[in-house]
Nanobody, 125 residues
Framework: QVQLVESGGGLVQAGGSLRLSCAASGRTFSSYPMGWFRQAPGKEREFVAAITPSGRTTNYADSVKGRFTIVRDNAKNTVYLQMNSLKPEDTAVYYC??????????????????WGQGTQVTVSS
């Protein structure tokens, strides 16, 4: 069992930056690939980024590639999402999740068994 708590969301102007954090409980955090997803009003939850348990391999949605960076600190049981050059279309609730189904960090929400409560990110134009 893994419990996840996101933080770091807020209101930022276009072009600005935010860093989201996801703190995990449980001693098995380092064994899970981790992912970030987002959901805008009226839209389906979409993949943003994923990272393998070791942190050596990452994967990004095309829409955020080059602007967002996912990293993890297994000693702190925390995964981060650094978001730069934010755009109004990045506005959404951002969720972190632990993938108990794959070893690489899936892009599919249904492969993730544990989810945080979400944190709102709003980018103004």
């Amino acid at each position: 069992q893994v419990q996840l708590v996101e933080s770091g969301g807020g209101l930022v102007q276009a072009g600005g930056s935010l860093r989201l954090s996801c703190a995990a409980s449980g001693r098995t955090f380092s064994s899970y690939p981790m992912g970030w997803f987002r959901q805008a009003p009226g839209k389906e939850r979409e993949f943003v980024a994923a990272i393998t348990p070791s942190g050596r391999t990452t994967n990004y949605a095309d829409s955020v590639k080059g602007r967002f960076t996912i990293v993890r600190d297994n000693a702190k049981n925390t995964v981060y999402l650094q978001m730069n050059s934010l755009k109004p279309e990045d506005t959404a609730v951002y969720y972190c999740a632990a993938d108990a189904e794959t070893v690489y960090g899936s892009t599919r929400p249904y492969d993730y068994d544990y989810w945080g409560q979400g944190t709102q990110v709003t980018v103004s134009s």
